[in-house]
């Protein structure tokens, strides 16, 4: 498993390469709720990491440009979860730091 969590053209940069699956998103913010990470680009959610089946499963969520998709989502692992979290957190680049705690207690 390769991970890529960075600043990248004035975004963030969230990357996630497995043998059976690639994960990425570019955001600017991430918004934590009690259980969702919600993906923020200019002022749009563009994707979310949700819980599956309560804390067992993490799922990443993004939606899409293409006619008739309305989203693509694939199972990601909760140390990924938690880079992308830190490092927003670090950059300064969360929409709320004790919701941040909230979602680490309760996800993570």
């Known amino acids: 498993m390769e991970t890529l969590v960075a600043e990248h053209d004035g975004h963030m ?13 570019s955001f600017d913010a991430v918004e934590p709720t009690d259980v969702t990470l919600g993906f923020l680009r200019d002022g749009e959610r563009v994707g979310s990491i949700y819980n599956d089946d309560g804390t067992d499963r993490t799922m990443a969520r993004l939606t899409t ?3 008739g998709t309305d989203f ?16 927003a957190v670090e950059s300064g680049r ?6 941040a705690e909230g979602y680490r ?3 993570l």
């Open 13 to 25: 940069l969230a990357r996630l390469e497995t043998a059976d699956r690639v994960f990425e998103v």
């Open 65 to 67: 440009g293409r006619d």
């Open 72 to 87: 693509i989502g694939v199972e990601v692992p909760k140390e990924f979860v938690a880079e992308i979290l830190e490092t």
């Open 94 to 99: 969360v929409t709320d730091e004790t919701d």
């Open 105 to 107: 207690m309760r996800v």
